[in-house]
């Protein structure tokens, strides 16, 4: 099958693998490069960096519904479009192009979580199943149609890095076996409930503030959720401090207030939160490299407390 793939992060570079094994790939649509790091260099991206080495043409349009583009499009003939983690909403003159039509792989359950960054708050938000959606574009955000669902459990440690990379090639699979399911007619699209819905929008830096009145278990969360973008911090005395891993521990607070470090005596970073102690594994106070709770612990002279 010809099939045209729009695609850009990493999430996307397992399932053109997988395309580019079975189908015939006329043309990969990304984002233009970006500035990236430190010194700002322009950066192509990961679906880029992969078509290039699969051998595989490129476009990288900076408005893909523009004219310019479609005329690329039109010319690829494509059977299927295929879309993962692309950045850029689709008209209806792209995604009513292709005969089969306009396939999206989605990272979550839909229709729970339609939105940019379905991984982090299906994580943020405590759930403990998730998985991967195809389905037929249309005019709204995440809301054509679906054709596959396969779900897995969420870990009870797991980040979102850790999970993006497991659905990552769970969805790979999932693409292929949607495509054979339409070229054959054995797969038909069947539309999204209203029930459940729930929206996962694009992630700002201040979303990993943590609030330390918050439960023991809802800032384990939030910390597994924005891990690695845009990580989960908070404030001791002056300083940010960046949190990368945490654990619950089940041990109730007692006078300890949120925020505050306790029981310094065991070696562990325990620290008080709205009803239990959290004990942080790994955090990066800024400026510095990551360091274990155990190594931040030694190191303090006086009563110490996160804000």
Same mark, same amino acid.
């Given at each position: 099958?010809r099939?045209?793939?729009?695609?850009?992060?990493?999430?996307?570079?397992?399932?053109?693998?997988?395309?580019?094994?079975?189908?015939?790939?006329? &043309?990969?649509?990304t984002?233009p490069?970006? $500035? =990236?790091?430190?010194?700002? +260099?322009?950066?192509?991206?990961?679906v880029? +960096?992969? =078509?290039?080495?699969?051998?595989? $043409?490129v476009?990288?349009?900076e408005?893909?519904?523009?004219?310019?583009?479609? /005329?690329?499009?039109?010319?690829a003939?494509?059977?299927?479009?295929v879309?993962?983690?692309?950045?850029?909403?689709?008209?209806? $003159? !792209?995604?009513?192009?292709? $005969?089969?039509?306009?396939?999206?792989?989605?990272a979550?359950?839909?229709?729970?979580?339609?939105g940019? @960054?379905?991984i982090?708050?299906?994580?943020? #938000?405590?759930?403990?199943?998730?998985?991967?959606?195809?389905?037929?574009?249309?005019?709204?955000?995440?809301?054509?149609?679906?054709?596959?669902? #396969?779900?897995?459990p969420?870990?009870?440690e797991?980040?979102?890095?850790?999970l993006?990379?497991?659905?990552?090639? !769970?969805? @790979?699979?999932?693409?292929l076996?949607? &495509?054979d399911?339409? @070229?054959?007619?054995t797969?038909?699209?069947?539309?999204?409930?209203?029930e459940?819905?729930?929206? /996962?929008? #694009?992630?700002?830096?201040?979303?990993?503030?943590?609030?330390?009145?918050?439960t023991? #278990?809802g800032?384990h969360?939030q910390?597994?959720?924005?891990?690695?973008w845009?990580g989960?911090?908070?404030?001791?005395?002056?300083?940010?401090?960046?949190?990368?891993?945490?654990? !619950?521990?089940?041990a109730?607070?007692?006078?300890?207030a949120?925020?505050?470090v306790?029981?310094?005596?065991?070696?562990?970073?325990?620290?008080?939160?709205?009803?239990?102690?959290?004990e942080?594994?790994?955090?990066?106070?800024?400026?510095?490299?990551?360091?274990t709770?155990?190594d931040?612990?030694?190191?303090l002279?006086?009563e =110490?407390?996160?804000?």
């Amino acid at each position: 099958m010809r099939v045209v793939f729009l695609g850009t992060s990493g999430f996307a570079v397992p399932a053109l693998r997988a395309l580019a094994r079975e189908h015939t790939i006329p &043309l990969v649509v990304t984002q233009p490069d970006r $500035p =990236a790091g430190r010194h700002a +260099v322009l950066t192509p991206s990961p679906v880029k +960096v992969e =078509a290039r080495a699969l051998g595989l $043409p490129v476009a990288d349009p900076e408005r893909i519904n523009r004219e310019e583009a479609l /005329a690329l499009l039109r010319k690829a003939t494509p059977e299927a479009i295929v879309v993962a983690s692309y950045g850029q909403l689709l008209k209806r $003159p !792209l995604f009513s192009l292709p $005969p089969l039509g306009t396939i999206n792989l989605h990272a979550s359950l839909l229709p729970r979580y339609r939105g940019a @960054a379905p991984i982090n708050w299906a994580i943020a #938000r405590g759930e403990t199943e998730t998985g991967v959606t195809t389905f037929l574009i249309d005019e709204g955000m995440d809301t054509g149609p679906a054709l596959l669902k #396969r779900s897995i459990p969420i870990g009870e440690e797991e980040t979102a890095g850790e999970l993006h990379d497991r659905l990552a090639l !769970l969805g @790979a699979d999932v693409v292929l076996e949607t &495509l054979d399911g339409l @070229a054959k007619g054995t797969l038909a699209p069947v539309p999204q409930p209203a029930e459940g819905a729930t929206l /996962a929008p #694009r992630l700002e830096r201040d979303d990993g503030r943590l609030d330390w009145e918050k439960t023991a #278990r809802g800032l384990h969360n939030q910390v597994r959720g924005m891990n690695p973008w845009p990580g989960a911090f908070a404030l001791f005395g002056e300083q940010r401090v960046k949190l990368h891993r945490t654990r !619950l521990t089940a041990a109730r607070r007692g006078p300890v207030a949120p925020g505050e470090v306790a029981l310094r005596e065991t070696g562990r970073l325990l620290v008080g939160t709205g009803d239990e102690l959290l004990e942080v594994l790994e955090l990066q106070p800024e400026g510095r490299p990551r360091m274990t709770g155990r190594d931040f612990v030694n190191g303090l002279r006086d009563e =110490a407390r996160f804000r």
